[in-house]
Nanobody, 127 residues
Framework: QVQLVESGGGLVQAGGSLRLSCAAS????????MGWFRQAPGKEREFVAA????????YYADSVKGRFTISRDNAENTVYLQMNSLKPEDSAVYYC????????????????????WGQGTQVTVSS
């Protein structure tokens, strides 16, 4: 059973940066594609970014493309989300998720294709 723990959230001014981390307990982390999703109050959970299980492919929501970067360190069982040029509309609870050997945008951008989720970390961007 993969357990995921997010960290790195906080309060930042618009234009600032944050780096989220998601540490996985599972030793076979490298076999899992990883995704980041976010959920603002009153809104549905939405796709932010994902990285395939081999790490060869990354996918982004249009709203974050060019500002956010997803990466993974299989030696550390950790996936990261570097967030630059943050905007107030990026404020949300950010969740990381894992799916076994996922590799396409269609799969990795869909919440119900993920089998494991973290507890979330709050990101607040002030204007």
């Amino acid at each position: 059973q993969v357990q995921l723990v997010e960290s790195g959230g906080g309060l930042v001014q618009a234009g600032g940066s944050l780096r989220l981390s998601c540490a996985a307990s599972e030793g076979t982390f490298s076999s899992y594609a990883m995704g980041w999703f976010r959920q603002a109050p009153g809104k549905e959970r939405e796709f932010v970014a994902a990285i395939s299980w081999r790490g060869a492919s990354t996918y982004y929501a249009d709203s974050v493309k060019g500002r956010f970067t997803i990466s993974r360190d299989n030696a550390e069982n950790t996936v990261y989300l570097q967030m630059n040029s943050l905007k107030p509309e990026d404020s949300a609870v950010y969740y990381c998720a894992a799916t076994y050997r996922g590799y396409s945008r269609e799969v990795l951008s869909t919440t119900n294709r993920y089998s494991h989720w973290g507890q979330g970390t709050q990101v607040t961007v002030s204007s």
